[in-house]
């Protein structure tokens, strides 16, 4: 399963670091992301790395945003900078996860609430 953690209220301008851990029976973990839903609209992706590293991003965050994750802790990061009140969202971790069995299966983490004031 995934824990996600790390929401909270920041002013606009400020930084929220949000951290996702993946655990249970776990072989390997190929792409983690992240995506986020704001009250009243559907869920939105909001950045993706892959095993390898490579990292994809929605427009309306490039350049604020890193994605980053830590393999040897099966943890998946968003770092969050300059941030603006169109960010405020509940935000979810996803990870694409082979478990032992080597069935490949798609978790999704609790979601954390990021609201930034203006």
């Known amino acids: 399963q995934l824990q996600a953690s790390g929401g909270g209220l920041v002013q606009a301008g400020g930084s929220l670091r949000l951290s996702c851990a993946a655990s249970?029976?776990?072989?390997?973990?190929?792409?983690m992301g992240w995506y986020r839903q704001a009250p009243g609209r559907q869920r939105e992706f909001v950045a993706r790395?892959?095993?390898?590293?490579?990292?994809t991003f929605a427009d309306s965050v490039k350049g604020r945003f890193t994605v980053s994750r830590d393999n040897a802790k099966n943890t998946v990061y968003l770092q969050m900078d300059s941030l603006k009140p169109e960010d405020t969202a509940v935000y979810y971790c996803?990870?694409?996860?082979?478990?032992?069995?080597?069935?490949?299966?798609?978790?999704w983490g609790q979601g954390t609430q990021v609201t930034v004031s203006s």
């Open positions: 790395i892959t095993s390898g590293g490579t990292t």
């Open positions: 996803d990870a694409f996860i082979r478990m032992r069995d080597f069935r490949m299966r798609d978790f």
């Open positions: 249970g029976s776990i072989f390997s973990i190929n792409d």
